[in-house]
């Protein structure tokens, strides 16, 4: 796997206020996409912009070297998945039972951004 880290300092500040990630598998059959993962920002830095201009750093980084971001949200996180399709993600799917929190399953949404336009499947 190949990865990248991105993080984000409020003015002069030396410590860390947001963290974004870029996991890009190295089979063949998967590398042409990458998983934006470990989306972090402090409440201190919340309503600053730097979840976008980390999203948008991730996102510069993942067009030159995939063809597709995809990542995994929380359905209750509604700021995050409005960030999401702000710049472009879409839903594609819902795991049920993705994680097990406390005993108690929780779904995921998936989304994806397709950096090219995808054919379509023809049948001719």
């Known amino acids: 796997m190949n990865a990248v880290v991105f993080g984000g300092f409020l003015g ?5 206020a947001g963290v974004a990630g870029l996991i890009v598998p ?3 059959k ?22 976008l201009a980390l999203v948008q750093a991730v996102l510069s980084h993942a ?3 995939v063809e597709e971001v995809q990542l995994t949200v929380a359905p209750h996180n509604e700021a995050a998945q ?4 702000s710049v472009g993600f879409v839903e594609y799917a819902r795991e049920p039972r993705s994680l097990k929190i ?3 399953y ?19």
């Open 106 to 124: 929780q779904e995921a949404v998936l989304m994806t951004l397709p950096f090219q336009r995808v054919a379509s499947l023809s049948t001719d």
């Open 82 to 85: 409005r960030l999401y399709r």
């Open 26 to 28: 190295q089979g063949a």
């Open 63 to 65: 067009r030159t070297v």
């Open 30 to 51: 998967l590398r042409h996409k990458g998983v934006l993962m470990g989306m972090y920002v402090r409440p201190a830095a919340r309503g600053t912009g730097m979840a």
């Open 12 to 16: 002069d500040e030396n410590e860390l």
């Open 102 to 104: 406390d005993g108690k």
